[in-house]
């Protein structure tokens, strides 16, 4: 399938007699390569729309809910990759690339950027069918994706935290810095000296209990489940260490001295 390139149109629409049909985006910079295809689609059963370039197509995504669309990988503007890379942040929709290469390195970088399937420009008509059919079978068979879960968020920059409901938690100045501390310091034990320093601007004594008042408070704000995970950690003669706000119940390992 060959056509000469001209100006493309933003989209044409090819509509199928079939009852419910599946719809398929064809984006194409080559008018004459995209209207082709369209046709070939909508008198095997299908809805087709071509667009003249990843522009288009971007633009019209959210009102045209496609169930593949067939990229060409290689457009001026927004290419094929990119247009790929867009969709797949936000849709786990079928794509099949199209080539006018048969070069192997093009096709994995392609795969590896989350298409599905490869076409040759040059491959015959019934091949195309073929593998659109099998990408809208395996579009069919996966399960709806999950929604996003709820999560905190921290700012350092803006110095807020919101809950997973997307509330406000407000924080003393104090509790600010130790859970800013804490934070940048995932994972990673982070002493009661370092606390005092940071946190309260004076010097360690071992009977000062301040700090550990202090993460009581802020566990307090950041663990309101009574039964829920643990986000900071004791760690006896340590000091404290968090574990991150979407992290599961239990202590991380004690660091070890060699």
């Known amino acids: ?32 390569f995209g209207t082709q295809l369209a046709r070939l689609l909508g008198r095997e059963g299908f809805t087709a729309v071509a667009y003249g370039g990843g522009e288009a197509f971007l633009a019209a ?28 942040e936000s849709s786990d929709m079928p794509c099949i690339m199209l080539t006018g290469s048969e070069d192997a390195a093009t096709r ?47 700012s350092p920059a803006e110095r807020t935290l919101r809950d997973p409901e997307g509330q406000l938690v407000r924080l003393t100045s104090s509790e600010f810095e130790l859970l800013h501390l804490l934070h940048e310091r995932q994972g990673q034990p982070v002493s009661r000296e370092e606390c005092h320093r940071r946190v309260l601007r004076r010097p360690y004594r071992v009977e000062d209990r301040a700090i550990d008042t202090l993460v009581a ?42």
Do not use: C
């Open 108 to 154: 994995i970088a392609g795969l590896e950027g989350g298409a599905d399937d490869y076409i040759v420009k040059s491959a015959p008509p019934r091949e195309i069918l073929a593998r659109i059919r099998i990408a809208l079978r395996r579009g069919a068979a996966l399960p709806p994706p999950a929604p996003p879960a709820a999560r905190w968020e921290f």
């Open 1 to 32: 399938m060959t056509g000469a390139t001209n100006q493309p149109p933003v989209a044409t629409l090819w509509t199928s007699p079939h009852p419910v049909p599946a719809k398929i985006a064809v984006v194409d910079d080559d008018p004459a």
């Open 61 to 88: 995504l959210p009102d045209a809910a496609p169930d593949l669309v067939i990229l060409d990988q290689m457009m001026p503007g927004a290419t094929g990759m990119e247009v790929l890379r867009r969709l797949r």
């Open 217 to 258: 408070k802020l566990r307090g704000k950041i663990e309101p489940e009574q039964n829920g995970p643990r986000r900071i950690h004791a760690l006896r003669g340590v000091g404290y260490v968090f574990v991150g706000f979407d992290a599961a119940a239990g202590p991380p390992a004690r660091p070890r001295h060699g």
